[in-house]
């Protein structure tokens, strides 16, 4: 076994992670069909930090990481991935309704 990868006390710092939860704020951007490319963005690379999150988790298991280490890695992806998979979809129909309402307003 190697040394973990941090400490027993560093790893509530984990759940600052939570403060991604300030995405929420650029769902207006989405309802209103407004900068698509930030927003997509954004939900592209908090899924790509949670897929970091798992294959680290992954690796900690695999090297017999502490399972304090391995746990918070593993739930911190979860989580992440979890929330921004489950509401990328949502995303999407926003920007196509919003499409859809400037084709509407562009033809009359």
Known sequence: ?????FS???A???SL?????????????????RHRRIVV?????SLGLA???????LSAWRLE???YVTLTLAVVGLLIGSVFL???????????EAELRRTIAADL
């Open 1 to 5: 076994m190697t040394d973990a990868w």
């Open 17 to 33: 992670f939570s403060l991604l939860a300030v995405a929420a704020v650029v769902e207006v951007w989405a309802k209103q069909g």
């Open 51 to 57: 897929a970091i999150f798992l294959i680290a988790a």
């Open 86 to 96: 489950g509401t990328r979809r949502q995303i999407r129909g926003w920007y196509q």
């Open 65 to 67: 990481q502490p399972a």
């Open 41 to 45: 963005g954004l939900w592209n690379a």
């Open 12 to 14: 509530p710092y984990f």
């Open 8 to 10: 027993p006390q560093t």
